[in-house]
C-alpha cells in the first residue's frame, strides 16, 4: 500500500457523526432543478386572541416555466387566503397546493449516507467477516427503486411512495464489480478528498404561483405575494399605572408578543385591541391539503384560564355608555422608543384601535416584551360598597348546616373597597388587560383593566377600606297573609327593612357609591336613594349568580311574583362621620 501513504487518508467508523445541515432543495428528477424558497414575512396585523393578518412579500426565484415555488404552506382560515402579482405586467393565473417528492441535501451521519454521497470515489473498505484486510475498490453506485418504478406495479398508493432503498453497494474491485450488503462494511478509508453531504427525497407540500408572462420576456425573478388569517401569534397588553397621590397618574402600556407560527424578521407589526368576528376561524382553506394543525402551547387555547381572559369583544366591556366611535378622536403619534423595536404611532381603524411597530424580529418560540405607548390621564379616589342578594328567609330553612355557616361568612361584615378611578381624556382607549398600580415607585395592587372608550372612565380596584366600618341589618316588618291571588293561588305579602351604617374613619373625607342588590320589590330608601326595578325577567340582571343560589330548588311561581331590585347611593362622608342608610322591600311567598 505504498502507493497511498502521500495520500491524505480519512478513516470513518461507524461511530463517526457529523452535524446535520440542510443544504439546498431540488426537482425529484435532477434534470431540471425547481427553486423552493420561502417568501418572507413584510407584515403581520396581531390579535389578542391569538389571529394574526400574515402578508408575505417578495422578489422571488422562479422555475423553467416561470413560476414561483414555495415550499411554506400556510393553513388559514378559510375565505382568508389571497396570493398577487406585485408585478403589474405578470398576471397569477392560479395557485396550486400540492404534495411533490423533492430532493434534499444534508449532513451525511452514517456509512449508507456517506456512500451514497461519494459514489465515483475510491476507497479502502474492511467487512466484518475479514477485519484485518482491506480492501481498494471504486463506489460504483447503491441500487434504489424510483417512486415511477414503484407506481408501474399497481398496488394502490404506490405512486405516493418514497423510493425504495436498497441494502447493498456495487463496489468496482480489480475490474469486476463486487456486491457487498451495508451491513456488512465495518469502516471506509477514503483515497480522496470525500462529500460530506448527500440527497435525500421526501415528500414536502409545495405551493405553486402559476403566472402569466404574458407577451414579456420571463425573468429569473418575480414580485409577488400572498395574505391570510391563521391562529399563530398573539399579543398580551399589560398596564402599569404610576399615580402621584394628586390626582395625576402615568399609564405605560407594554405588549408580550408570543410567536408559534413562523420566523419573522424586521417586520412591521400591528397590535390590535378588540377583536373583530371570523366567522370561520374554526375551518381551515383547503389550499392548506387538510395538514394537521400545529399543537399551540396554552396561550392559544381557548379553555385555558389565559386563552381568553384578556380577551376584548369592544362593546361587551365598555366602561361607560358612551360609544366608541361618538368619543374617538384621532390620535397623535407617539414618540419614538429610545430601546427595542420602534412604535411609529397608532390609529384607529372603525371599532377596532390600532398600534403599530416598527422592525419586529421574532423566531417562531419566542416571546417578546415590547414598551409600546405612555401617556398622562387624571385620576379620582372612589370607594364601593356592593351587597350581593341574600336568600328569602323562608329558602335559607332548607341549607344544611355547612350551607348555613358559609352563607353567615358570605353576609357577615361586607366591606368597602378602595378603587382608582381613571378618566381616560387620552388619545388613546384602554384594553382588558392586567394593571399594576405603583405610587413612588412602590407596588400597591395588582388589578384588571376593562375595555374603556376615550373619553369614559374606568375603575381598578386597589384593596380593601379598612377604615370604612360597615353594619348591616335587615328584618321583617309584616306578614299578610294572602295578599296576592294569582291564577288561582294565593300568595303571602312578606315586607322587609333593613339598615346599612356607614362610619369613615379615615382622615379625610371620601367619596363612597353604595349598591344593595335585593330579591323582590323596592318600597323605599332614604339619603336619596335611587331604586332600580328589573322587572320579572332575571337574565342580563345578574352578572354573577351567588354562590348560594343552586342551593335551593326554586319553585315554578317565584319568578311569576316576584322581580329583582337595586337601591344606589352616591355619598360623601367626612372624617369620623356616621350615615345610616335605610331601605324598604317586600316579596310574596306560597305558604
Not at 109 to 126: D, H, Q, S, V, Y
Not at 129 to 150: D, G
Not at 358 to 372: H, S
Request: proline residues 5%; contains cysteine.
Amino acid at each position: 500500500m505504498e502507493h497511498i501513504k502521500n495520500l491524505k487518508l480519512l478513516t470513518v467508523s461507524l461511530l463517526t457523526v457529523f452535524l446535520a445541515t440542510t443544504i439546498s432543495a431540488q426537482a425529484a428528477d435532477g434534470d431540471t432543478p425547481e427553486v423552493y424558497s420561502k417568501m418572507p414575512i413584510k407584515e403581520v396585523t396581531i390579535f389578542k386572541d391569538g389571529h394574526a393578518f400574515v402578508l408575505h412579500e417578495g422578489q422571488m426565484p422562479t422555475d423553467d416555466k416561470g413560476n414561483v415555488i414555495l415550499d411554506y404552506l400556510p393553513r388559514p382560515v378559510m375565505g382568508t387566503f389571497w396570493a398577487y402579482s406585485a408585478d403589474p405586467s405578470v398576471k397569477l393565473s392560479c395557485v396550486v397546493a400540492g404534495r411533490n417528492i423533492i430532493t434534499l441535501e444534508n449532513t451525511a451521519l452514517n456509512i449508507t449516507e456517506l456512500i451514497k454521497a461519494n459514489i465515483g470515489k475510491k476507497i479502502l473498505f474492511r467487512d466484518n467477516y475479514n477485519t484485518s484486510v482491506q480492501y481498494e475498490a471504486t463506489i460504483i453506485a447503491v441500487p434504489e427503486r424510483s417512486t415511477e418504478e414503484l407506481t408501474k406495479t399497481g398496488i394502490p398508493g404506490s405512486d405516493m411512495l418514497l423510493p425504495q432503498q436498497g441494502n447493498i453497494i456495487l463496489l468496482d474491485v480489480a475490474g469486476s464489480v463486487k456486491a457487498v450488503g451495508l451491513d456488512q462494511i465495518r469502516d471506509i478509508t477514503f483515497l480522496e478528498e470525500p462529500n460530506l453531504t448527500t440527497s435525500r427525497k421526501d415528500f414536502r407540500n409545495t405551493m405553486t404561483l402559476k403566472l402569466d408572462w404574458g407577451n414579456g420576456k420571463k425573468t429569473p425573478k418575480a414580485d409577488v405575494g400572498m395574505v391570510y388569517l391563521q391562529k399563530g401569534i398573539r399579543w398580551i397588553p399589560n398596564y402599569k399605572v404610576e399615580i402621584d397621590g394628586k390626582g395625576k397618574a402615568v399609564i405605560k402600556l407594554q405588549a408580550t408578543i408570543i410567536n408559534e407560527l413562523a420566523d419573522v424578521e424586521n417586520v412591521k407589526a400591528h397590535l390590535v385591541i378588540g377583536v373583530p368576528s371570523f366567522a370561520f376561524k374554526d375551518t381551515a382553506d383547503p389550499i392548506s391539503l387538510g395538514q394537521t394543525v400545529s399543537q399551540l402551547s396554552q396561550y392559544f387555547q381557548e379553555s385555558a384560564q389565559t386563552g381568553y381572559a384578556f380577551y376584548n369583544g369592544i362593546m361587551s366591556q365598555v366602561a361607560d355608555g358612551r360609544s366608541y366611535r361618538e368619543n374617538a378622536r384621532q390620535p397623535a403619534s407617539a414618540e419614538t422608543v429610545d430601546l427595542g423595536p420602534e412604535v411609529a404611532g397608532s390609529e384607529k381603524n372603525e371599532d377596532l384601535f390600532v398600534f403599530t411597530v416598527e422592525n419586529i424580529t421574532l423566531k417562531k418560540g419566542q416571546r417578546m416584551i415590547i414598551p409600546v405607548t405612555e401617556y398622562n390621564v387624571t385620576y379620582s379616589d372612589i370607594y364601593k360598597l356592593d351587597l350581593s342578594y341574600a336568600p328569602p328567609l323562608e329558602a335559607r330553612q332548607h341549607f344544611d348546616s355547612s350551607q348555613q355557616q358559609e352563607l353567615a361568612k358570605l353576609l357577615h361584615a361586607p366591606k368597602a373597597k378602595h378603587y382608582l378611578r381613571l378618566n381616560n381624556k387620552s388619545d388613546y382607549p384602554l384594553t382588558t388587560a392586567p394593571a399594576l398600580i405603583l405610587r413612588n415607585g412602590k407596588i400597591i395592587s395588582q388589578a384588571m383593566m376593562t375595555y374603556t372608550s376615550i373619553n369614559g372612565i374606568c375603575d381598578l380596584e386597589m384593596s380593601t377600606a379598612i377604615d370604612i366600618k360597615v353594619k348591616l341589618s335587615e328584618k321583617q316588618i309584616k306578614f299578610t297573609p294572602n295578599n296576592l291571588d294569582l291564577n288561582g293561588h294565593s300568595y303571602t305579602r312578606i315586607d322587609m327593612s333593613g339598615k346599612l351604617e356607614l362610619t369613615n374613619y379615615k382622615k379625610e373625607g371620601i367619596k363612597i357609591e353604595v349598591k344593595r342588590y335585593l330579591l323582590g320589590n323596592m318600597d323605599e330608601a332614604n339619603n336619596d336613594g335611587q331604586l332600580e326595578q328589573f322587572g320579572f325577567i332575571y337574565e342580563g340582571w345578574i352578572d354573577e349568580l351567588p354562590t348560594w343560589w343552586n342551593w335551593y330548588s326554586w319553585p315554578w311561581w317565584w319568578y311569576h311574583v316576584n322581580s329583582l331590585g337595586r337601591i344606589n347611593w352616591e355619598l360623601d362622608l367626612n372624617p369620623e362621620q356616621k350615615i345610616e342608610l335605610e331601605y324598604s322591600w317586600h316579596y310574596f311567598w306560597m305558604p
